[in-house]
């Protein structure tokens, strides 16, 4: 269903067949902004993404929060000078919608190819699962005559009840560049835990990362596939205070979970080819799973 979404933003709403949850996905950047899950006695929704309180709705400014689609570049691994691309700030066409699934398209046009000299159709399909489960995929198809390279993410923002309540299990051992040092490091810990800025890019992280937030008793697997790498993200106060659509009262309130593919190597497809990565999104209850 089709509707005026947050910020007034045209949106589509996705209800699970059997009504496990319900997802809202903005045409502005594709971007999903709401995935919530009835609970037990099905009386309440629970939201599991964060959109800011002071998201700016007002394209072609990205939506500060849900699940942003960086690409073609991730962070500033490419050759362009916006951060985390382009694909995000651009108004898709929604292609197909069902009552539990969308797919919407963005393709190559002149204000893309001012940015960057490539065609393209990208194509992201959100699809709402039974037990409340979420599933999108990005394909990134070359429509053109020569080959490109891209970086990418979902960058997607996890509201958790405070940021010191979370974790994120499933790193351990891993090679990551800090974003916030400069500095490449390993994660020797059990799980990534916040008590300062965290903005770590993993390089080549395993499948499924586990996002738990002991102060609801809840847990997000996030499962992904074409998608190597991973960025933990959450700014801490100082970083959060100097973004405006963010600002100091409601960063602890998020944590980034991405699913990522850049830290090892860029994404390069001839004329023709397809790349496509898919992430999974499961709410369990602590204790559980
Ligand atoms: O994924 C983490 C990150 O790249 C951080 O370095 C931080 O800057 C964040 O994304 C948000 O970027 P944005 O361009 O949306 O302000």
Same mark, same amino acid.
């Given at each position: 269903m089709m509707q005026a979404g947050a910020g007034g933003l045209p949106s589509v709403v996705l209800r699970a067949a059997d009504g496990s949850a319900t997802a809202t996905v903005h045409q502005h950047g594709a971007t999903l902004t709401s995935w919530a899950v009835s609970g037990a006695e099905k009386e309440e929704e629970e939201e599991l993404l964060f959109v800011s309180p002071l998201a700016v709705f007002a394209p072609p400014k990205a939506i500060r929060g849900g699940a942003p689609v960086c690409w073609p570049?991730? =962070?500033? !691994?490419?050759? !362009?000078?916006?951060?985390? =691309?382009?694909a995000r700030n651009m108004e898709w066409t929604i292609d197909e919608v069902a009552g539990d699934s969308c797919s919407l398209v963005l393709c190559s046009d002149a204000v893309t190819r001012a940015e960057w000299p490539h065609d393209f159709k990208l194509t992201m399909q959100v699809s709402l699962l039974p037990n409340g489960a979420l599933k999108q995929s990005l394909r990134v198809l070359n429509t053109g005559d020569s080959p490109f390279e891209f970086t990418t993410a979902l960058h997607t923002y996890f509201r958790v009840s405070d940021v010191s309540k979370a974790s994120v299990v499933g790193l351990k051992g891993l090679s990551y560049f800090d974003n916030a040092a400069g500095s490449l490091a390993t994660d020797d810990a059990d799980a990534v835990t916040f008590t300062g800025e965290v903005d770590r890019a993993y390089i080549g992280a395993p499948s499924p990362l586990k996002l738990v937030d002991s102060g609801r008793g809840a847990v997000v697997m996030v499962h992904k596939e074409g998608f190597q790498d991973a960025v933990v993200w959450n700014p801490w106060e100082a970083k959060a205070a100097g973004m405006a659509d963010l600002g100091?009262?409601?960063?602890?309130?998020f944590v980034c979970v991405e699913a990522t593919q850049a830290r090892s190597g860029a994404v390069t497809l001839a004329p023709g080819q397809d790349w496509e990565g898919r992430l999974r999104l499961e709410r369990d209850t602590l204790g559980e799973s």
């Open positions: 570049q991730f =962070g500033s !691994l490419g050759p !362009l000078k916006a951060q985390h =691309g382009f100091p009262e409601h960063w602890r309130g």
